[in-house]
């Protein structure tokens, strides 16, 4: 049994203003984001409006721009920005030691 | 030799043990004495053989600005006068908590009533090969400047590995002292920990001005040598000679002692909030200490952790709650400061301020009307009133407007309202410093006519150059016109003020080569741009400077990222280039293969006459690319802002009505001009008489071919708004034909916003500018022609290749996999 935590790997094996995804099996991916200046964030990589790959999406600030239709999200809560209405969930991240780890339970939701 | 602490002296005052001679254990005891001098008899312990000295002061030491004299904190009459006994050269050993006693290395044992342990931190050491050769040393106290000292008498070259403050100040000191040094740094930008990437960069580039060379994301493999340390090789390859090799990578709290003494210890010796540890009778202070789950590296927090401590020796009661740093670089000259959280996420908002002509950043990060953090470069005069208005969570509402332009702006009432403030200027004020153009000139020219902004910029060149006075013409314009003033062109994006036109023209005249340079110099309002500016800069630096600028992966748009075109599943469609719509069985062959290895559900031929395979995973690209690369075929691009397809009919060759070999031409323009990328997507096509079937009267570029010639023809497209080309001119032969298509596409390149196709962009400046450009002028032609062919030399590779073969693989490689049966089972 492992604990509260999932060690998913380094942050800088991120790319800087970029993501990564976290499979999930039976659920959606988990996108894990770097900002400019070196935070990480994990969102369900789907789009509030119609499921776009955030991962894929151009990081900036302390958001994403969706790659299908460009809504923005912002990383720390799911929300979508400015005139668009809609939440992705958010998975809780941090850093330990330059590694990054997502919660667990969350992650479990994230597959259910 | 055993000594003992004197029985009769320990029965009248409680005897108080330091481990630690730095600034955390001598300045808990300056706190207790000024609190109760005759409370406790203390014998401090230190490892150096110094008295207290200041040890941020170490860097002004090192670059000579100071004397060791001038950083000592206590000299050896503040321990006579109050009683204090110092131990110096002697590091406690160990720890008896059962018989509350401590042994130093040299033996000598004494007992204690309380202990404090302020052993600080041991500098982190990167577990390369090489890290135990003579010439490789840590900056952490006075006997490592004495080396570098040394070292910089000798002259040569020096490494920093770690570009943070300490490693910073180093690499300064050393510059001074005479080195040539080099700076390692595994991050994209300078204490990123700290800073922006803005003001990462601006660091960086004074850094460069004074001599130093830094390099970034660079990692370090190993350090070279064989009696003493002569280079450090990176893992790329590189190899950088040095005779010194300082390690400024991080520290760690010093707690070997604390644990082998059974004390808890997490990253730190766990402490309450009167620092005292797991054993009441030991308490802990400084950087070896972690509070709250919070570990600290720099002194301020230790001044509160001291104060809480001497409280708590002296029975008051107020504890520690942790703290809020600041951080400062002590580099001469150099103006940075940063504190609080910076990211900008959760609600937060920037308001940033960029003079590039005085080298100057500031950002200060507001969610609620309370500061959060700032960083500023260049000019941190109001650090402390930002600092304090953040430490006090004070509400910000009233001044938010004034507040980026500093605590004298924002508290001076009077000129609170920019338009008074303008009004109030002479006219003989100068407005705009980079063309000298005064207030007076600026209305002048306003009143001869100059209604816009862009209108003042061609009049009198007022915020033409830098632009750090578009506010203020903005402002003129407004209170001498009222609501006469015209709306210049759209700006590129709400990061800036600048239209897509003036970056461009301000990126070729102050020679910008990266992203954070154009924000920083054009005064963007955002810390990193957003997702329309950031892939515009980029186009636009790889258009103006072919070769040498590095591409910014991170400002593309997905597709061009990932060489494919994302659909709206997630999966990925791919394109490879066939030549002029030209196949064979070999190609036909791999496409098949393909679409049955990967499983892809369609495939479909283009209006471009390309074959497009659908459905394949994030994951299989690289494979798919390998297998289509293995049959000769590369990148169609058919995913980008770039050359998508020539298309052609069969022309002479073929058929009964071709006049020339439309085919072939087409051919070969295609693989001259494939790879490019341009403002937006670009089709060819060349047909072989006037029926036209390749239908290149709605292409970027056109080419007819008739008996006497080619009929060239620009601007159209079958896009949403159908629009037919307009005629160019009709050239003899097909070497001019594709000379004339380069001419072309460069100006294309060089002149159309980014995501203008050639449609709107010609009727926006006439198709007489295009032919005066292209069929007029033979010497402009020859240039813009010869430029294309030099930035192709660069752009001609194929991205699938270098993808294939591994480039950025973990762009498609998912970080981790999580497979929840074992949870479930738990669960269950
Ligand atoms: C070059 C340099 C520049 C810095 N600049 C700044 C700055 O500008 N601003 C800022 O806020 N901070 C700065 N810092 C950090 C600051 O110096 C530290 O935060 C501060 O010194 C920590 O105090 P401390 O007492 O916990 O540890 P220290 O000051 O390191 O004191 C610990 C002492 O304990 C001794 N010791 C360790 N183990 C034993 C043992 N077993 N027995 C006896 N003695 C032992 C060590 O030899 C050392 O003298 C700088 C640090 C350095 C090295
Ligand atoms: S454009 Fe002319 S040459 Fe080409 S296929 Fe059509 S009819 Fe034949
Ligand atoms: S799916 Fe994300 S913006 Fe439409």
């Known amino acids: ?112 | 030799m055993q000594h003992q602490s004197h029985p009769a002296a320990a029965f009248e005052r409680e005897h108080l043990v330091v481990i630690g001679n730095g600034m955390a254990g001598c300045r808990a005891i300056e706190e207790l004495i000024a609190r109760d001098a005759s409370r406790y008899r203390v014998t401090i312990f230190g490892a150096e053989p110094h008295v207290n000295y200041n040890r941020i002061m170490l860097s002004p030491v090192l670059a000579g600005e100071k004397s060791f004299d001038e950083i000592v904190i206590n000299d050896r009459r503040w321990y006579a006068a109050n009683g204090i006994e110092l131990v110096t050269s002697d590091p406690v050993l160990a720890i008896d908590r059962a018989a509350r006693t401590v042994t130093a290395r040299s033996g000598r044992m004494v007992g204690y009533d309380r202990l404090l342990i302020a052993t600080g931190s041991d500098p982190f050491i990167i577990p390369v090969p090489g890290k135990d050769l003579p010439g490789v040393i840590t900056f952490r106290d006075m006997a490592d400047v004495d080396h570098m000292l040394a070292a910089a008498g000798k002259g040569g070259d020096a490494v920093v590995i770690g570009g943070g403050l300490l490693g910073l100040e180093a690499a300064h000191g050393l510059t001074l002292r005479g080195m040539k040094v080099t700076v390692i740094h595994l991050m994209p930008t300078l204490m990123e920990r700290q800073l922006d990437e803005a003001a990462g960069w601006l660091l960086k580039s004074a850094l460069e001005a004074r001599g130093q060379t830094i390099l970034t994301q660079a990692n370090t493999a190993e350090i070279v040598g064989t009696d003493a340390v002569e280079g450090v090789r990176l893992k790329d390859g590189t190899l950088i000679p040095a005779s010194l090799v300082v390690m400024a990578v991080g520290i760690r709290p010093c707690t070997a002692l604390a644990r082998d003494a059974g004390l808890a210890v997490g990253r730190g010796i766990q402490v309450d909030d009167h620092m005292v540890t797991s054993d009441p009778s030991i308490l802990a202070v400084g950087e070896c200490v972690e509070h709250d789950g919070n570990v600290y590296g720099l002194v301020a927090p230790l001044w509160d952790m001291c104060r809480a401590l001497a409280d708590g020796l002296t029975d008051s009661h107020s504890g520690y709650r942790g703290s809020v740093t600041s951080t400062k670089l002590k580099v001469a000259g150099l103006d940075v400061f940063s504190a609080g959280d910076f990211s900008g996420t959760d609600g937060a908002e920037d308001i940033v301020l960029r003079d590039a002509s005085r080298g100057i950043y500031k950002r200060v990060v507001v969610k609620d009307d309370r500061i959060v953090g700032a960083v500023l470069y260049g000019d941190t005069g109001d650090s402390g009133w930002y600092f304090d208005l953040l430490k006090r969570g004070e509400d910000i509402g009233a001044i938010r407007d004034m507040l980026i332009f500093g605590q004298a702006f924002a508290s001076g009432g009077g000129v609170a309202d920019p338009k008074a403030a303008v009004a109030a200027l002479s006219d003989t004020a100068e407005l705009c410093g980079c063309n000298g153009v005064s207030k007076g000139q600026v209305v002048a020219c306003i009143e001869a006519g100059a209604h816009s902004l862009d209108a003042v910029r061609a009049g009198c060149k007022a915020s033409a150059s830098c632009g750090s006075c578009t506010g203020i013409v903005e402002t003129l314009l407004a209170t001498t016109l009222g609501d006469a003033v015209e709306a210049g062109p759209r700006t590129m994006c709400n990061c800036t003020s600048f239209g897509h036109d003036d970056v461009r023209r301000e990126i070729v005249a102050q020679q910008m080569c990266s992203i954070p340079e154009v924000m920083q110099k054009l005064h963007w309002a955002t810390p990193d741009g957003c997702s329309s500016c950031r892939p515009a800069l980029n186009y636009y630096l790889l258009c103006a400077l072919p070769g040498d600028y590095v591409d910014d992966q991170q400002s593309r748009f997905v597709n061009e990222r990932m060489h494919a075109n994302i659909q709206k599943d997630g999966t990925y469609s791919v394109v490879p280039r066939m030549w002029g719509g030209l196949t064979n069985p070999r190609e036909l062959r791999a496409i098949a293969d393909v679409v049955e290895k990967y499983d892809a559900p369609m495939v479909k031929v283009t209006g471009g006459q390309r074959l497009d395979i659908f459905g394949i995973k994030k994951e299989d690209l690289p494979a798919v690319w390998a297998d289509l690369n293995a049959a000769g075929m590369v990148s169609g691009h058919a995913y980008g802002k770039s050359l998508r397809t020539v298309k052609t009919c069969v022309g002479s060759e073929w058929c009964r009505f071709g006049t020339q070999d439309s085919t072939g031409l087409g051919v070969k323009i295609e693989r001259m001009t494939w790879g490019s990328w341009m403002p937006h997507k670009f089709k060819i096509a060349v047909s072989g008489c006037p029926r036209n079937c390749a239908e290149a009267t709605i292409k970027d570029f056109g080419v007819v071919c008739v008996d006497s010639g080619y009929e060239l023809s620009v601007g159209g497209n079958g896009g949403i708004k159908v629009r037919a080309t307009d005629f160019l001119c009709k050239v003899a032969t097909e070497v001019e034909a594709m000379h004339y298509c380069a001419a072309f596409i460069q100006l294309y390149r060089e002149e159309a916003r980014y995501l203008e196709r050639t449609a709107p962009w010609i009727e926006r400046v006439g198709v007489e500018y295009i032919r005066a450009r292209i069929a007029d002028d033979a010497e402009g032609r020859d240039a813009l022609a010869a430029r294309f062919h030099f930035a192709q030399q660069f752009l001609q590779d194929d991205p699938w290749a270098a993808r294939a073969a591994g480039a950025e693989r973990e762009q498609h490689a998912p970080m981790a996999r999580f497979t929840p049966h074992d949870a479930t089972k738990e669960m269950a």
């Open chain 1, 1 to 112: 049994m492992t604990g509260e935590w999932l060690d998913i790997g380094w942050a800088d094996e991120i790319p800087v203003r970029g993501s990564r995804t976290v499979q999930v099996e039976g659920g959606d991916d988990i996108a894990v984001f770097r900002t400019g200046d070196g935070r990480v964030f994990a969102l369900a990589d789907r789009c509030p409006h119609k499921g776009g790959r955030l991962s894929q999406g151009i990081v900036h600030g302390g958001a994403v721009a969706c790659p299908l239709h460009n809504w923005r999200i912002a990383l720390a809560t799911g929300e979508a920005l400015g005139q668009d209405k809609g939440c992705t969930p958010v998975i809780p991240v941090k850093l330990s030691g330059g590694r990054v780890l997502i919660c667990r339970a969350s992650t479990m939701q994230a597959a259910a």
